[in-house]
């Protein structure tokens, strides 16, 4: 049966949310009249939320589990359910009911319209704190601004995605990946809709500021070579620094006779100032070098331990 939609939602201990998750996709999915699945990947999940998906797919041969070997993280388990998805529009959403599933009609709607991506504009966001406000805004701002390719600000991952965006992506297999950006990258028509974002509906967020600290990083350096130039401009601020620096000293110690410039204390502050500037171009170099290697290793993104065949 050729399906139209594919609902992919990726599950990391979402035991209490999953139950709703799958009524109200299902509610949706239902009142559009086309034939549609749902592709639940448990990444690696230890709370019983890998049963309960082996349950609602024996009850429904419309939700189709891939469960991972172990934990590999969100955007791997959306690669995987890309990789696994059989319809025509393929919509990518939290398992967290952040994301409420109604608004996919509104998605399909603008996908009928003939628009390949439709990607999820929060308008407004309930349940979170300030400073998860302002450092996400201040992401999407930065990002937007620094990378080659304009990623639409205050936007996630939940999108409407055609086949063909699929086919594409399906072919990009970056370890360190960001599936927003990547959809941006393709190009072809697309069009945003905005949304007011829920509070999530149980559990805890699994993207604490660590995560979001990674997140960024990969967003920036797989998309944008601007840390690279900074530690070009910081390189070039300290030997003008440097430079500058030199007549002043002979100025102030042979035509002034003053001596502020002598002692342990200055020679250690410059020292200071000049390696911080050299680590921090390590750091960044190495951010970079660190990427390179992990895509030169070769390893699949993800190992499941077991999904339905990919048709």
């Keep these: 049966m050729k399906i139209t939609y594919s609902i992919i939602a990726p599950i990391f201990n979402e035991f209490e949310n999953i139950p709703e998750l799958y009524s109200r996709v299902s509610e949706v999915m239902n009142s559009t009249g086309e034939p549609w699945e749902l592709v639940l990947v448990d990444d690696g999940s230890s709370d019983g939320s890998t049963d309960r998906i082996r349950e609602l797919a024996k009850k429904d041969e419309k939700v189709r589990p891939v469960i991972f070997a172990r934990n590999f993280g969100h955007q791997i388990a959306v690669t995987a359910g890309l990789d696994y998805s059989r319809g025509d529009a393929i919509v990518i959403i939290d398992a967290d009911l952040q994301d409420p599933p109604e608004v996919i009609l509104e998605l399909a709607k603008k996908w009928r319209e003939g628009y390949e991506v439709v990607y999820a504009i929060r308008a ?15 992401f999407y701002r930065l990002i937007y601004r620094i990378t080659d390719v304009k ?8 999108r409407l995605l055609d086949r063909k965006i699929v086919g594409v992506m399906n072919q990009m297999r970056e370890k360190h990946r960001f599936l927003r950006g990547m959809s941006a990258w393709i190009g072809f028509k697309q069009v945003g809709v905005e949304y007011k974002r829920s509070a999530r509906k149980a559990g805890v967020t699994k993207y604490p500021l ?4 990674k997140f960024a990083s990969d967003g920036i350096t797989g998309f944008s070579y601007f840390p690279l130039q900074i530690a070009t401009y910081l390189g070039f601020i300290a030997a003008g620094v440097a430079v500058l620096a030199i007549p002043l000293v002979a100025y102030t110690r042979i035509v002034t006779g003053l001596h502020a410039f002598e002692g342990q204390a200055t020679t250690l502050i410059a020292v200071l100032f000049f390696g911080g500037v050299q680590l921090i171009s390590l750091g960044i170099l190495g951010e970079y070098i660190g990427r390179i290697y992990d895509e030169v290793k070769g390893r699949p993104l993800y190992v499941v331990r077991e999904a339905p065949a990919k048709e």
């Design 124 to 138: 407004e966001r309930e349940g979170e704190t300030w400073f998860k406000l302002l450092t996400a805004s201040l």
């Design 151 to 158: 990623i639409p600000l205050d936007t996630g991952d939940f």
């Design 210 to 213: 660590k995560k979001m600290v």
